[in-house]
């Protein structure tokens, strides 16, 4: 007679199940004006973010539509200086990591892990992200413009203020610390030489205005010998010199945005100046 054997009752305890925490949610924001040349690539290289926000001060080229068919998010605000606009577009972001791209950085895959690494596992509150220029035709490595950490890039919501009375090269607070990054992302500051000196007279009239805002005094003479150290800091003390044609280029648009920057600031105060009897 064959025995019957029991079946074995379920256990009842449950073992314990190791789960990854969630993944810390990214906003990824771009300030731009007419960026139409360069908005696609910036936007697809943080396709990988929970959220891409386009922080526009009313182009007038097709920005604010090749950003949206590419599915980001468009922010109007209109522009003062640069440490207001960069409070605003922190504000417009809804997650509780924030990465900030320029339209004419790009995200490289190293740094796309390197930044999801990091804020799974994060040691500090705000990183630096090292940057890799392309100009005229090659890499800059040297000229003061590798690594180009410029303020952190990557940082928790609300750790991270900026001056918004700066109205260039801003300056910045953080609630927490700071760390480095090692994997570069891309900047192609500028598409060709005549962009470049666009670029210079904006940020030098933008100078202008900050020093004199400063208290600081302008000047012809005091705008050359300023210029003529930048250059000598880039190209000699840089070593612009190894960078060949983009080191030299880089050096006089240096000197030429230091010169007008005080020539500016010395012209507002004489216009200023109602004429003598």
Request: glycine share 6%.
């Amino acid at each position: 007679m064959n025995e019957k054997i029991a079946p074995i009752p379920p256990s009842t305890t449950t073992t314990s199940v190791l789960r990854q925490p969630p993944k810390p949610l990214i906003s990824v924001y771009i300030m731009t004006f007419n960026e139409a040349d360069k908005i696609a690539d910036a936007i697809k290289s943080v396709s990988w973010a929970d959220e891409v926000v386009v922080v526009d001060s009313f182009s007038e080229d097709d920005t604010a539509d090749i950003a949206a068919n590419l599915g980001a998010r468009i922010e109007n605000v209109p522009f003062k200086t640069f440490g207001q606009i960069r409070n605003a577009a922190i504000a417009t972001c809804r997650h509780p990591w924030v990465f900030s791209l320029d339209a004419d950085e790009r995200c490289t895959r190293k740094a796309q892990d390197e930044i999801l690494a990091t804020v799974q596992n994060s040691q500090a509150d705000a990183y630096f992200v090292p940057r890799k220029n392309w100009f005229l035709g090659r890499w800059v490595m040297h000229s003061g413009w590798y690594p180009d950490y410029r303020q952190p890039q990557l940082f928790r919501q609300g750790c991270m203020q900026f001056n918004e009375q700066d109205e260039v090269h801003e300056s910045y607070t953080i609630s927490g610390t700071t760390a480095y990054l090692t994997q570069d992302i891309i900047q192609i500051p500028f598409k060709d030489i005549e962009q470049m000196l666009h670029k210079m007279q904006r940020y030098s009239t933008l100078g202008a205005k900050k020093i004199t805002r400063q208290g600081q005094t302008g000047g012809f003479w005091k705008g050359l010998l300023h210029g003529v150290w930048g250059f000598f800091r880039l190209y000699i003390l840089k070593r612009g010199f190894l960078d060949g044609a983009a080191g030299f280029v880089i050096a006089i648009g240096n000197f030429e945005g230091t010169f007008y920057r005080y020539a500016k600031c010395a012209a507002y105060k004489k216009q200023s100046m109602p004429p003598s009897d």
